[in-house]
């Protein structure tokens, strides 16, 4: 297994070698561990473009061409 040096802020070393302590496991483990795990959640991710993933509600309501445009539609909308 290689080392990987890396540069955290103290408040992350902090809350790790709390963590560590608590758990009982070392500072190493923790790390691997939640690499792993963020690595798995980004593979689970569906992959694409924005109009990619939000093609199937293209065209699924009825609404005015200038909606977006139009400032008489945003009343009661923060405007």
Do not use: C, H
């Not at 809350?15 to 302590?21: A, E, G």
């Not at 689970?44 to 309501?61: P, R, V, Y």
Request: no cysteine.
């Amino acid at each position: 297994m290689d080392t990987l040096t890396l540069k955290v802020p103290d408040i992350i070393k902090e809350k790790l070698n709390t963590y560590s302590r608590g758990k009982g496991l070392s500072r190493s483990e923790i790390i691997r561990n939640a690499l792993l795990e963020y690595f798995a959640r980004d593979d689970i991710e569906t992959k694409g473009t924005f109009f990619d993933l939000s093609q199937d509600l293209a065209g699924s309501i009825n609404a005015p061409s200038d909606l977006s445009l139009n400032k008489k539609y945003w009343d009661g909308y923060g405007s």
